[in-house]
T-cell receptor
Framework: GAVVSQHPSWVICKSGTSVKIECRSL??????MFWYRQFPKQSLMLMATSNEGSKATYEQGVEKDKFLINHASLTLSTLTVTSAHPEDSSFYIC????????????FGPGTRLTVT | DAKTTQPTSMDCAEGRAANLPCNHSTISGNEYVYWYRQIHSQGPQYIIH???NNETNEMASLIITEDRKSSTLILPHATLRDTAVYYCIVYNTDKLIFGTGTRLQVFP
């Protein structure tokens, strides 16, 4: 299947700083990518839809000014957690698919963020 | 998107078939049934999907009832590496909305 990578795989940052997470589709182009967050022992929660060349669409309750999404090319989307706080510590996962829906999405390995 | 109901957890002996049920009684005609699984601390992995007909691939089989209100994912010969949380999702838009899934434990 298609490959999606994320970088970094884990990151520790101090409270108040910003952290950028990259999501790349390695062998296909993706006009749309998705960002999820997962807390321990919970399911994945969709945060936002990242659209190449346009603004991201955020799910209800997700602060767009805190979670900045940039989808600058057909193979790269970035999620920046601004002014991170300990409650932002979580497992962040991106996904992408090779075509318009419905289609199987391929998920990255995830990024574990710990804010101290 | 239609809501799904799955058992919280299931056990299966290694080498036996694992049958994971999913209820989606409010599914509409153009919504697909998708299955993903998530092994601990990894990103979810696509398994299989279907609309009306039963489907089979190298990983699993998907049986969808004639009224499409429920489905069963079958892992024909479960291994220890199949221990994971399995998610049944129905959708026809671009977004995958995950429920709580079924935690499958395969034991020796």
């Amino acid at each position: 299947g298609a490959v999606v990578s994320q970088h970094p795989s884990w990151v520790i940052c101090k409270s108040g700083t910003s952290v950028k997470i990259e999501c790349r589709s390695l062998d296909f182009q993706a006009t749309t990518m998705f960002w999820y967050r997962q807390f321990p022992k919970q399911s994945l929660m969709l945060m936002a839809t990242s659209n190449e060349g346009s603004k991201a669409t955020y799910e209800q309750g997700v602060e767009k000014d805190k979670f900045l999404i940039n989808h600058a090319s057909l193979t790269l989307s970035t999620l920046t957690v601004t002014s991170a706080h300990p409650e932002d510590s979580s497992f962040y996962i991106c996904s992408a698919g090779p075509g318009p829906g419905p289609y199987e999405q391929y998920f990255g390995p995830g990024t574990r963020l710990t804010v101290t | 998107d239609a809501k799904t109901t799955q058992p919280t957890s299931m056990d299966c002996a290694e080498g036996r078939a694992a049958n994971l049920p999913c209820n989606h009684s409010t599914i509409s005609g153009n919504e697909y049934v998708y299955w993903y699984r998530q092994i601990h601390s990894q990103g979810p992995q696509y398994i299989i999907h279907g609309l009306k007909n039963n489907e089979t691939n190298e990983m699993a089989s998907l049986i969808i009832t004639e009224d499409r209100k429920s489905s069963t994912l079958i892992l024909p010969h479960a291994t220890l590496r199949d221990t994971a949380v399995y998610y049944c999702i129905v959708y026809n838009t671009d977004k995958l909305i995950f429920g709580t899934g079924t935690r499958l434990q395969v034991f020796p």
